[in-house]
């Protein structure tokens, strides 16, 4: 098979689909594959790097998308890319469609084979593929969010940890998942007062193992929701729904209550985020004010840590990359249940009920598509 690597265009995105000792896995395997000049230059990979792992170079994300059977990528294509998209082709990416009308519409419309990250499940019922880069976002949310509470960042002039003398931050977690718990374990290693939400009991058990006492924990009742984030100096957004938007957790009312100058940062952008005021930003204009509450909604976090970042994702993502590669997309997915899970829309159908459920469109099992 032929395997694509386009250069990553969206705004100040720098990770890249595969690193070169993946594409030395593949070409091993007897698969070529076909890079973009400088697409790995965010984590300081050469073109003669990919060259010497066994690559081809193509002058253009054009040639690649024209030429390739199966396209790795890292960020949801943007419109210009799904116009090179053709049918029968094969995307595997993030794509976070329940928060996406558009883009969906697109790749219905593509005729491709649309295979998102962040649905590929495991036998726990985990999300193995999203799982990286939620630890990476966790941990970025906090190092973001302690740096824009200091007054000439517009914030309330609140060291995260505080000092003899002053007490530190408040910090309300939103969702006790791997962006949640991440987040929180950094919080309490700067010294900053946690309170976790979630509505799964199950999960505030898990971090309570993880976490131990030092973090306080509630059921995410809309009154306890309110009574946490009115009070923090810092908010962090990770409440997920599997493919699906995310529920909005903080009403406009609710942030005219927090504290002016607090900070939210709203990991769950991605996926519309968990606000009702947060709208998607970049890392070139990451924040705004609404309600006298700065946010910070980058919807592409890591990204500012692509070499952190590109080398996680690809140890988790290469063997299902090798197993699309080795037997092809259907018989891949007919013998893999959980790589099955992350097919989202093929053939013009959408075939992810959450995001069926979430943009309108009538649900089709993806058995019946294979």
């Not at 000439?152 to 408040?170: F, M």
């Amino acid at each position: 098979m032929l395997i694509g690597v386009p250069r990553e265009i969206k705004v100040e995105e720098y990770r890249v689909g595969l690193t070169p000792d993946s594409v030395r896995s593949l070409a091993a395997r007897g698969h070529r594959v076909l890079v973009e000049r400088g697409a790995g230059l965010g984590i300081q990979a050469s073109d003669a790097d990919y060259v010497q792992a066994g690559a081809e170079l193509a002058g253009s994300g054009a040639e690649v998308y024209a030429r390739a059977g199966l396209l790795v990528k890292v960020k949801e294509p943007q419109p210009q890319e799904r116009a090179l998209l053709r049918p029968g082709q094969v995307l595997f990416t993030y794509l976070h469609l329940a928060a996406d009308p558009a883009q969906c519409r697109a790749l219905m419309a593509s005729g491709a084979v649309c295979i998102a990250y962040e649905t590929v499940t495991d036998a726990d019922g985990g999300l193995p593929l999203l799982a990286p880069m939620s630890a990476v976002a966790g941990r970025m949310a906090v190092q973001v969010g302690a740096r824009f509470p200091e007054k000439p960042q517009g914030g309330r002039g609140i060291l995260l940890g505080g000092v003899a003398g002053a007490a530190p931050a408040e910090v309300a977690v939103l969702g006790a998942g791997n962006v949640g718990l991440n987040a929180a374990r950094v919080a309490l290693g700067c010294g900053a007062r946690v309170m976790l939400l979630d509505s799964r009991e199950a999960a505030l058990r898990r971090a309570r193992e993880q976490l131990g006492q030092e973090a306080r924990m509630l059921l995410a009742a809309p009154a306890q929701v309110a009574e946490a984030v009115a009070a923090a100096d810092l908010v962090v957004g990770a409440a997920l729904l599997p493919g699906g938007a995310s529920p909005k957790l903080v009403s406009r009312a609710l942030v005219a209550r927090m504290w002016p100058g607090a900070v939210i940062v709203d990991v769950a952008i991605d996926q519309g985020g968990c606000c009702e005021t947060s709208r998607p930003t970049t890392h070139a204009a990451p924040t705004y004010v609404e309600e006298g509450v700065l946010h910070y909604c980058v919807a592409n976090m890591p990204g500012a840590v692509p070499h952190t970042a590109t080398h996680a994702l690809n140890h988790v993502t290469l063997p299902f990359v090798l197993a699309l590669a080795d037997q092809g997309w259907r018989r891949a997915l007919a013998e893999d249940p959980h790589l099955r899970a992350g097919l989202n829309v093929c053939a013009g159908q959408v075939t992810c009920r959450a995001v069926a459920e979430a943009l309108g469109h009538a649900y089709v099992e993806p058995d019946t598509l294979l």
